[in-house]
């Protein structure tokens, strides 16, 4: 299979044209890596289920225009997200970052990549393109508790022409510190966008932190997102990313436990309908012990679409003491609908506990015939059946102020993917 | 039969025992208790041979032979038998198996035949039957899935059928209902004999009513603070540990 | 040029040297079309099997070599290989049991391998072995008069080219894979079962009973035809440890079962694994496939791998039929420095088609052992069902295992269910054990045979005895 290449002399003009800011050599550099390491492809053992024909094809475009920025105003759709989530907003709105809405106080420091001079970490083809075209980055430092979930929301445009965004966002609690945060990606308009985004986080010595992830991007648009976690000693990490919208969707959630006595629970929920593909990837890294993870993933797939959850945790040697489980379960609702999944273990220790259980099914007729003879229609059986399997995630949505509009837009998107069933 | 002398043993680097001493006759029932901590489970995992608890001073004598230097199975064919507090679930290895193993393992140090796969099996139900147990126990995984008081039972059981001169049985009393904490007493008292000695080791004073210990031994912060017959047990009933700990400090 | 590569070389030739003295039959090492032609000529075959060969050869020059297993070892010279050796001739092979490796003797005696067995696994020359040729003979009586065609792949090219013609390479074709392309070209021999029509092989069919079987050579081909409604049990390999100064060894296996017919191929693979460091064991890279063709039928593949320096190996089943069935039970022990690389693909392709996989995997010493597997199921195998259940046992601290389970499930009325656990021997288990009085060997022994109880049961009968000891000798030394 020939896959489109990134177009790299056009890729270079536009990062040449770029403001001449502190970012430059990083931009340069990252060009460089791109160059020799290249996109991915369905060669890599990690891209084997998900092409990312359509980025490079939306990102030629734009290069090939020139770059433009988007004008459109977001300000509405900025007004309605925050409004549904109370937290203090940071804005990325067509990669460039508005702080209008955020207050600051005691407990976030906030500062721009361009003002500081801490290198920018790229460390593979998808982080370089978005160095390369990064317009700015945020650098947060939560040294104390907040009063206020810190919200992140990146959100973009493409109304006329293609488009392409990047944001990239540093995360760093300190020790003994608790903290929530929302990373929120939205999108609007209907020319071809693709979106990509980088977020990384640190937790230090006994933090705490709660992280509730939405992707809700417009169905068609495409992103590229990936969040990796170092874990601190003896700190916790409760993690839950909601797939509700976009086209072509990669996540990669990468955890890294290099400190004894942390914790990650990360969970997903993944709707998926006509024209979308969704894809999870995560990936823990056990490198000491003891140390515990546990994911659990769910998707529901109805429509012509395909999902893919690919759960890879290495236990390193000497990392005894290691508590690791992965769980994948999947709704398949439609013969058009392709699930692939991938639970991987590499175990270089002896002392561990690892498990793993992946389910591909349908709803239980059993249970439908049961609802039905009680009264209740065949569809709104369903609905309940579909929703009964996702609700379990939502209501174990780490950050609080995010539970309201979780159950809002999970429970908007399986009514639109039933609906589409009974037709 | 055994004879520990100023016993000191630590794990993980903590000091538990701190110079227990104890002597078991033959045909003796002894009661050790004591509150969470004080070293009573460290005292049966130290006899049974359990390599994380080490043995930094004392001595104790099995049969007029060192004991310490001896290998876990080596005391187990020997006659030490241990009921396990929390019995290991081993999954695929079937109950009879191991049983059956364990039985030709001291039938081997005492220079006997293999028993046969029919007497094995009559023994098995006759003993099973004594313990109100379902023959059907035998064809399963060892203690996997089995119930708390089911577990307990079986350790029983295999005590039953090893027949040891020494029986220690570490908190068998925890977990059970009424019924099963009768059937269990039932169980070891009809392995009561003039040959046998049994070390019961236990918090509650509730599984001396049915197993009627000869002395009882007040554990605390790993030494025995007090002994005497069944009516020590009564008394710490009645006034808690506390109380030991203030004769043992005062 | 470096002394080491002269010394290589100089060996190298000595060992040439000596092959031609000793056999005119073998050809020197290398691959190109002469030496296909060569091997097809002095097998006398028909001229569609010269062409097949040759076909495969030109495939395969095209092809790579896979890497994306979990093993690791040096770069394969293809060119340094022999691909014909003439079997031995009975002077070359001890003439008792008394010329035989005592070490390998003692092994015999661990997995209690009866005595006249043991002078044929030995390699001693045929009429010093007691009544091996007879109790074949027997059995060759039997199978006949039911019907059923059990020879060397080279007699059924022979006598049977119409049966060969239509099934050959329709399960595994030739450019499958690299080493299956490579087998394709110069396979030296193998078994070739047919079982026809609504016949139930009267017996339990094994390489040990082949008439000629003697050195088939590192390139085995098999090829197991079921005809409807048939049945027939199959076993390959044995547990006694088999040594080969061939290091590289690619076979093929092509089952095909036809409309309600089934198929259960059960093996004990016990090649050389080398020594404590890893030298001078078997590579064991080989495709194993069954084709559930006809509605009904069921192939069911049982494995037992304790050897092999590297094994590379994924018995697979392709359910076409409906309510085809496909099983896959494996035990796969890596010790000392050994790689394991196994697993199964079950594709369900038809309707109601059914697959289990229970794959149990020990890992000991610093070896590396890992589980691939593939169900896929098409958009057109409605009500398709599949279990797996991967676990995997450690003993020791620097021993690896992994998982790589793929799932690509194209139907919404499948049903598919993966579990997987990673474990060791508890300490907790084996103080229990030592505590009734068993040792800590036994402990291990039973622990890891508890562990794989599943998979045993499936085996016949007195396979499953041998088994057990097997794997109690392969993980002699793990624990301690």
């Known amino acids: 299979m020939k896959q489109t290449a990134l177009s790299l002399p056009a890729l270079r003009g536009v990062v040449e044209s770029m403001s001449d800011d502190g970012l430059r050599p990083a931009r340069e550099a990252a060009l460089r890596s791109l160059d020799t390491r290249g996109l991915p492809t369905l060669r890599d053992e990690d891209w084997k289920y998900t092409d990312l024909s359509s980025a490079i ?36 709105a067509n990669g460039v970052i508005d702080d209008t809405r955020f207050t600051p106080g005691d407990a976030i420091d906030v500062e721009r990549f361009s003002a500081t001079t801490a290198p920018i970490v790229a460390d593979r083809a998808l982080a370089d393109l978005n160095v390369a075209l990064l317009q700015d980055g945020l650098r947060i430092r939560v040294h104390a508790t907040p009063e206020r979930p810190l919200g992140i929301l990146v959100i973009d445009s493409a109304n006329d022409a293609a488009a392409v965004s990047q944001a990239n966002i540093e995360i760093c609690v300190s020790d003994n510190c608790s903290a929530e945060i929302v990373e929120y990606h939205a999108s609007v308009g209907e020319g071809d966008h693709y979106a990509n985004t980088i977020v990384s986080l640190d937790t230090g010595y006994r933090s705490q932190v709660g992280y509730t992830r939405i992707q809700n991007r417009r169905i068609g648009h495409v992103f590229t997102g990936r969040i990796s976690a170092a874990l601190g000693t003896d700190s916790t990490l409760d993690m839950a990313n909601y797939d509700i ?100 273990l590499e175990i270089y220790a002896e002392d561990v506990k690892c498990a793993h259980g992946t389910t591909v099914g349908q709803l239980d007729e059993t249970a439908l015939f049961y609802l039905q003879s009680r009264g209740i229609d065949k569809m709104q059986g369903r609905q309940m059946l579909t929703h009964a399997f996702a609700v379990d995630l939502v209501s174990r949505t780490p950050v609080d102020a995010t539970r309201d509009a979780v159950n809002a837009l999970v429970s908007a998107r399986l009514e639109e993917l039933i609906r589409v069933q009974a037709q | 039969m055994l004879e520990i002398e100023n016993l000191h043993s630590q794990i993980g680097g903590t000091d538990i025992l701190r110079g227990l001493s104890l002597n078991v006759n033959a045909g003796e029932v002894h009661a050790i208790m004591g509150p969470n901590g004080s070293g009573k489970s460290t005292l049966a995992q130290v006899i049974a041979g359990h390599e994380e608890y080490v043995v930094t001073d004392g001595s104790v004598t099995y049969k007029g032979a060192d004991l310490l230097s001896l290998d876990p199975e080596e005391r187990a064919r020997d006659g030490i038998f241990l009921g396990f507090q929390y019995p290991v679930e081993i999954p695929g290895v079937n109950n009879a198996y191991l049983l059956k193993a364990a039985m030709n393992a001291k039938r081997k140090h005492l220079g006997l035949e293999e028993i046969d796969a029919f007497e094995f099996l009559k023994l098995a139900k006759e003993r099973m039957a004594m313990l ?104 710490l009933e009645d006034k808690g540990y506390d109380w030991v700990r203030e004769a043992a400090n005062g | 040029m470096s002394s080491e590569n002269i010394e290589s070389i100089v060996n190298r030739c000595y060992e040439h040297g000596f092959v031609t003295d000793i056999a005119t039959e073998s050809l020197p090492p290398g691959l190109n079309e002469d030496v296909i032609r060569a091997i097809s000529a002095r097998k006398n075959e028909p001229e569609f099997m010269l062409e097949w060969r040759l076909q495969a050869y030109q495939q395969w020059l095209e092809m790579t070599e896979p ?21 031995k001739s009975d002077e070359d092979r001890p003439k008792s049991l008394d010329e035989v490796d005592p070490k390998l003797l003692e092994t015999y005696d661990k997995l209690g391998i009866p005595l006249h067995e043991r002078a044929r696994l030995a390699g001693v020359a045929v009429d010093a072995v007691f009544d091996s040729v007879s109790v074949a003979t027997t059995f060759k009586g039997k199978l006949a008069e039911a019907g059923v065609i059990f020879c060397s792949f080279s007699e059924a090219v022979h006598d049977h080219p119409e049966l060969v013609r239509k099934y050959l390479g329709s399960v595994v074709p030739r450019r499958d894979n690299f080493y299956a392309a490579l087998n394709s070209a110069v396979f030296s021999d193998g078994s070739f079962v047919y079982i026809p029509k609504g016949v139930r092989c009267p017996m339990e069919l094994s390489t040990y009973f082949r008439i000629n079987a003697a050195n088939t050579g590192q390139f085995e081909r098999t090829l197991i035809i ?46 050389y694994p080398g020594d404590e460091n890893g030298v001078g064991g078997i590579y064991n890279f080989v495709t194993k496939r069954g084709d559930c063709r006809g509605d009904n039928s069921k192939i069911s593949w049982t494995q037992v791998e304790t050897g092999s320096a590297i094994t590379w190996k994924y018995p697979s089943c392709i359910l076409r039929g409906a309510n085809s069935v496909g099983e896959f039970y494996s035990v796969a022990v890596a010790n000392n420095m050994q790689q394991a ?66 799932m690509e499930i194209k139907n919404p009325s499948a049903k598919v269910e993966h579990e997987a656990t990673t474990s060791k021997i508890s300490a907790n288990q084996l103080f229990y054990c030592r505590q009734r009085g068993i040792s800590e060997e036994d402990a291990v022994n039973m622990i890891v045979n508890g562990f794989c109880k599943e998979v045993f049961k499936e085996l016949p009968m007195e396979f499953a005895v041998e088994a057990q000891a097997l794997l109690n000798v392969s993980l002699e030394g793990a624990v301690g």
Not at chain 1, 70 to 77: M, Y
Not at chain 1, 246 to 266: E, P, Q
Not at chain 2, 166 to 194: C, F, M, Q, Y
């Open chain 1, 245 to 344: 919208g976009g086209g072509l969707v990669r996540n990669d959630v990468d955890i890294n436990l290099a400190a004894t006595g942390a914790a990650a629970n990360f969970n997903g929920l993944y709707l998926v309908g006509d024209n979308q593909h969704i894809d999870n990837h995560t990936s823990v890294e056990h490198r000491v012990g003891p140390a515990v993870s546990s994911q659990e993933y769910r998707g529901i797939l109805n429509g012509s679409c395909r999902a893919v959850w690919n759960g890879k945790a290495i236990v390193f040697e000497g990392a005894d003491g290691t508590d690791a489980t992965q769980a994948n379960h999947n709704l398949l609702l439609s013969e058009r609908s392709e699930i692939d999944a991938k639970p991987e």
């Open chain 1, 57 to 92: 094809a939306i990102s030629n475009q734009w290069l090939k225009n020139g770059a433009p920025a988007a004008s459109d105003d977001l300000q509405g759709s900025i007004d309605e997200i925050t409004a549904a989530v109370a937290a203090n907003w940071l804005i990325v």
């Open chain 3, 226 to 271: 079921a005809d409807e409604g048939s049945h027939v049990s199959y076993l390959e390999g044995c547990t006694a440890p088999m040594r080969d100064e061939n290091q590289l060894h690619a076979a093929v296996v092509e089952l095909v079962a036809l409309e309600g017919a089934e198929i259960k191929y059960s093996t004990v693979q016990n090649w």
């Open chain 3, 341 to 406: 690389d196994t697993g199964t693909k079950m594709i369900h392709i038809g309707p109601n088609t059914r697959s289990t996989i229970v794959s149990k995997g020990i890992s000991a010493g610093r070896a590396q052992n890992a589980y691939r597997g593939l169900v896929k199921v098409l958009p057109q195998a409605h009500g398709a069902r599949n279990h797996t259940q991967c676990d995997s046992l450690l003993i020791g601290k620097e021993c690896g295992a992994h998982t790589f389970p793929y």
């Open chain 2, 132 to 235: 109100g147990m379902d023959p059907k126990f035998l064809n399963r995984g060892v203690n996997e899935g089995f119930s708390g008081g089911e577990k307990k039972r079986n350790e029983i059981l295999q005590m039953a059928m090893l027949e040891p001169s020494l029986a220690i049985l570490d908190e068998t009393d925890s977990g059970l209902d009424i019924d099963a904490l009768k059937a269990v007493a039932e169980g070891v008292n009809s392995l009561r004999t003039p040959e046998r000695a049994i070390v019961l080791v236990t918090h509650y004073q509730r599984l001396l009513d049915y197993i009627e210990p000869d002395f009882v031994h007040v554990l605390s912060e790993g030494r025995i603070v007090r002994s005497g017959d069944k009516s020590l047990a009564l008394e």
């Open chain 3, 67 to 87: 890497d994306w297993a979990h093993v690791n070892y040096p770069p394969i010279d293809f060119n340094a290989i022999s691909y014909y050796a003439a079997p």
